[in-house]
């Protein structure tokens, strides 16, 4: 069991994922495009997002900590400019 955490737009919200298999990155983009498009996210739904909206973001994993329960957080995440040179 893991829990895929997509952030878009400001706005971030919790999606169970029932995987027994590592996921790619890509495979993870997928499965967030067709989420937020279908309205399986309180609060994220957005009907007509580009198939490719998530194709820069970053793809982190954690395993979760004892006492927080079993299984993977997984988050997707816009890119930060921390530490970015203007």
Not at 7 to 14: I, K, M, P
Not at 15 to 38: H, K
Not at 69 to 86: E, Q, T
Request: hydrophobic fraction near 40%.
């Amino acid at each position: 069991m893991a829990v895929l955490n997509i952030t878009y737009d400001g706005l971030s919200a919790d999606y169970p994922l029932d995987v027994d298999m590592n996921l790619t990155d890509g495979d993870v983009r997928r499965i967030a495009v067709e989420v937020v498009r279908s309205g399986g996210l309180r609060g994220l739904s957005i009907a007509n997002l580009p198939e490719r909206a998530f194709d820069d973001y970053v793809v982190d994993r954690f395993d979760a900590r004892a006492g927080e329960g079993a299984g993977r957080r997984i988050y997707l995440r816009p890119k930060v400019p921390f530490g970015a040179h203007a």
